[in-house]
T-cell receptor
Framework: GAVVSQHPSRVICKSGTSVKIECRSL??????MFWYRQFPKQSLMLMAT?????????EQGVEKDKFLINHASLTLSTLTVTSAHPEDSSFYIC????????????FGPGTRLTVL | QKEVEQNSGPLSVPEGAIASLNCTYS??????FFWYRQYSGKSPELIMS????GDKEDGRFTAQLNKASQYVSLLIRDSQPSDSATYLC????????????????FGKGTLLTVNP
């Protein structure tokens, strides 16, 4: 299967700081990338969908000014959590989808964010 | 509201038995269906995809799809303790805005435990 990487895998930061998470497709071109959040013992929650070169589409209830998404190339998308607070502590996972008719999405390993 | 429903479990089976995981979905127009495996603390891993009615086999895994009943299942033969994980059913559904905006909708997952 296709490989998606995420960096960093774990981050601990103080309240009020901003955190940037990178998502890369390593062996295919990702026309679309997705950002999810998962709280303990809960299912994945889609935050936003981004297509290369265009603005991200955010799900209802997700603040676009707080969660900045950039998809500058076909292999890289970034999520910046601005002015992070303890309630933003979660497992953030990206996924990528190439230009294939099967619509398969491949997930990165995730980033565990802890805001103190 | 477009939904994917799964029994949350836990489903417990003895080693060597067949584990049967079920999923129903609400969007009759859906065309792509996926099963992901998620180990605790890790991101989801794609294990099966299915697009047409009937069975699809891959090793010990068999996915079954019945579009008329809006039902998709996953069978795991000769279950192993290493199969213990949460299994997520995902359906590619058209977004609320329609058009070509497809995104994966996940069920809440079924926790499977395989006992040695």
């Amino acid at each position: 299967g296709a490989v998606v990487s995420q960096h960093p895998s774990r981050v601990i930061c103080k309240s009020g700081t901003s955190v940037k998470i990178e998502c890369r497709s390593l062996d295919f071109q990702a026309t679309t990338m997705f950002w999810y959040r998962q709280f303990p013992k809960q299912s994945l929650m889609l935050m936003a969908t981004s297509n290369e070169g265009s603005k991200a589409t955010y799900e209802q209830g997700v603040e676009k000014d707080k969660f900045l998404i950039n998809h500058a190339s076909l292999t890289l998308s970034t999520l910046t959590v601005t002015s992070a607070h303890p309630e933003d502590s979660s497992f953030y996972i990206c996924s990528a989808r190439g230009d294939n008719i099967n619509n398969e999405q491949f997930f990165g390993p995730g980033t565990r964010l802890t805001v103190l | 509201q477009k939904e994917v429903e799964q029994n949350s479990g836990p489903l417990s089976v003895p080693e060597g038995a067949i584990a049967s995981l079920n999923c129903t979905y609400s969007d009759r127009g859906s065309q792509s269906f996926f099963w992901y495996r998620q180990y605790s603390g890790k991101s989801p891993e794609l294990i099966m995809s299915i697009y047409s009615n009937g069975d699809k086999e891959d090793g010990r895994f068999t996915a079954q799809l019945n579009k008329a009943s809006q039902y998709v299942s996953l069978l795991i033969r000769d279950s192993q303790p290493s199969d213990s994980a949460t299994y997520l059913c995902a359906v590619n559904m058209r977004g609320e805005s329609g058009g070509s905006n497809y995104k994966l909708t996940f069920g809440k997952g079924t926790l499977l435990t395989v006992n040695p």
